[in-house]
C-alpha cells in the first residue's frame, strides 16, 4: 500500500515532503547552515544549563517559556532599537512551527494565504497542512517584489494571511521598507489580514531589520530563527514579535509544554553568548560578499544577496551543473528556479573548494 492508497486529504495527494538532499560530501553548502560549532566556552555553558534542567525532568517545563520569552524580547531590542517585552514575543520549536500556529490560528479551511514566488517553500506547504489554500504571488524578473502587481493581486484574491520574505529565501532578496508598508496597507484596506514577515536570515542582511514597523501596525508579525545567525540549527528555536494580542492568539492552538526544558535551556545559554556568535556572522558577511564578486569575475549571473547563499547562475540545465559540482565534492542547492542554483556561504577553505568547482565545471560548458 502507498500514499495514494490511504484516504488522505485531497490537497496532499501528489506531494512531496520538504526536504534538501542528505549527502556525505566533503563540502556540505546547500541547507543554509551556519559552518561555525559553537564555541567551547558555550558548549560548556549549554552542558551547565541543561544539567540544571535535567534534574527537574520528572516535571513540564515552563509552559509559556517566560525567561526565553523575556531574553529573546532583550535581543530584539539590544540589536534592533527597537523596544519589545516579553508580551510581544512568542517562541515554538524552529519558525516553521512559528509559522504553523500562526496559520493555525489564523488560516486553515476556509481561508487562503498568499507570498511571492520563488520564496520559502515551506509558507505553501504549511499552508497546505492547515488546510489554507496557497496563492502564488507574483516577482519581477530580478526577483523582487512589484508593489503595483502585488497590490492588484491582493484585491483580487483577497488572502487572509500575506507573506513578506526578507531576505527571500531562494534568492537571497531583501524587501523594502516602503514596499512592506504598501503591502501591508493594501492588504488592511481590502479585509483584516495578518501579514507575516520572515526574517529567517535577517543578521545577514546589508539592510536593517523591519522589526520597527510593528509600531501601530496589529496585524503585522516579524518571525525569526536561531538555526542561522545563532549557528544553532540542532536546537530548533524559532520566534515571533507581534502585537500582544497575536501572541495571545497563537497561545489558544499551541500544544501544552511545546518547548522541552532542554530546549529552553540551550536557547538561554545561546542568548548569553550573543556578541561572539554575531562575531561569526560578520565572518559569513565577508565571505559571501568575496563569492558573490568571484562568481560574478567567471562572469556569471549573481542575484544580489542580503543572506548567508547566494543564488546564481544562469545555466540551461541547472541539474546537469549541480550534478558536475557534486561530482567535485561540492554540494549546494537546486531550488527548481529556473537556470539558477543557490550556495550557502560556508568558511572560507569551503568557499575556496566551491569556487574551484564551479570554475573548473563552467569551462567544460
Same mark, same amino acid.
Given at each position: 500500500?502507498?500514499? %495514494? %492508497?490511504?484516504?488522505?486529504? &485531497? ?19 546547500n ?41 529573546l ?15 510581544q514575543?512568542w ?5 516553521n ?15 487562503s ?6 520564496s ?16 502564488a ?7 523582487? =517584489?512589484?508593489?503595483?502587481?502585488a ?96 501572541? &495571545? ?10 518547548? *522541552? ?33 568571484a ?5 556569471? *549571473?549573481v542575484?544580489?544577496?542580503? *543572506?548567508?547563499? =547566494? ?5 540551461? %540545465? ?19 528556479v ?13 568557499? %575556496? ?13
Amino acid at each position: 500500500m502507498g500514499i %495514494d %492508497d490511504l484516504p488522505v486529504r &485531497d490537497e496532499l495527494r501528489g506531494q512531496s515532503p520538504y526536504g534538501a538532499p542528505q549527502l556525505h560530501v566533503p563540502v556540505q553548502l546547500n541547507t543554509n547552515e551556519n559552518p561555525y560549532q559553537l564555541p567551547e566556552p558555550l558548549v560548556a555553558r549549554i552542558a551547565e544549563r541543561v544539567a540544571e534542567a535535567a534534574r527537574n525532568l520528572n516535571r513540564y517545563p515552563d509552559r509559556d517559556a517566560v525567561e526565553l520569552r523575556t531574553e529573546l524580547a532583550r535581543y530584539l531590542t539590544r540589536t534592533t532599537g527597537f523596544e519589545r517585552g516579553l508580551e510581544q514575543v512568542w517562541a515554538a520549536n524552529g519558525s516553521n512551527e512559528v509559522i504553523q500556529q500562526l496559520l493555525q490560528t489564523f488560516g486553515g479551511p476556509g481561508r487562503s494565504a498568499l507570498g511571492f514566488e520563488p520564496s520559502y517553500q515551506m509558507h505553501e506547504l504549511i499552508s497546505r497542512g492547515t488546510g489554507t489554500r496557497w496563492i502564488a504571488g507574483p516577482r519581477r524578473a530580478d526577483f523582487t =517584489i512589484d508593489v503595483e502587481n502585488a497590490v492588484e493581486a491582493l484585491a483580487e484574491h483577497r488572502p487572509d494571511v500575506l507573506f513578506i520574505c526578507s531576505p527571500n529565501n531562494p534568492t537571497g532578496t531583501a524587501v523594502e521598507r516602503e514596499t512592506v508598508l504598501a503591502l501591508y496597507e493594501a492588504a488592511q484596506a481590502v479585509k483584516p489580514t495578518l501579514v507575516i514577515v520572515d526574517e529567517a536570515y535577517v543578521e545577514f542582511s546589508h539592510r536593517a531589520s523591519l522589526l520597527p514597523l510593528l509600531e501601530g501596525r496589529p496585524l503585522l508579525v516579524v518571525t525569526r530563527t536561531m538555526s542561522k545567525a545563532f549557528g544553532a540549527a540542532g536546537l530548533r528555536l524559532g520566534y515571533l514579535a507581534a502585537d500582544r494580542a497575536v501572541v &495571545d492568539a497563537v497561545q489558544l492552538v499551541r500544544l501544552p509544554y511545546h518547548l *522541552s526544558a532542554v530546549t529552553q535551556a540551550t536557547a538561554l545559554a545561546c542568548l548569553e553568548h550573543t556578541d561572539t556568535l554575531l562575531g561569526y556572522v560578520e565572518k559569513l558577511k565577508a565571505e559571501r560578499d568575496r563569492v558573490v564578486e568571484a562568481l560574478r569575475a567567471m562572469g556569471l *549571473s549573481v542575484t544580489d544577496s542580503d *543572506s548567508n547563499f =547566494i543564488q546564481f547562475g544562469t545555466f540551461e %540545465d541547472p541539474q546537469a551543473v549541480w550534478q558536475a559540482v557534486l561530482d567535485q565534492g561540492v554540494l549546494v542547492r537546486n531550488n527548481g528556479v529556473p537556470g539558477r542554483l543557490r550556495v550557502t556561504a560556508g568558511t572560507p577553505a569551503e568557499n %575556496d573548494a566551491f569556487l574551484a568547482a564551479v570554475a573548473t565545471v563552467i569551462k567544460e560548458l
